[in-house]
């Protein structure tokens, strides 16, 4: 199933470098530029405790 949604060479990516989703981010112009309609998000998210 994942192989579905790998990424391809050529797919555009957003990183995404805070918590608060997609905040200062170049994902507005780059789906503007783009002209996309649809995304689909997709990521990694992880919790760190600190001790």
């Not at 997609?22 to 990694?44: D, M, N, Y």
């Not at 992880?46 to 001790?51: I, P, Q, V």
Request: net charge neutral.
């Amino acid at each position: 199933m994942l192989e579905a949604v790998l990424p391809q060479p050529d797919d555009l990516h957003a990183l995404k470098p805070r918590h608060s989703a997609f905040h200062r981010t170049p994902l507005e112009s780059i789906l503007a530029r783009e002209r996309v309609g649809r995304g689909l998000p997709t990521g990694v998210s992880t919790e760190a405790a600190s001790s």
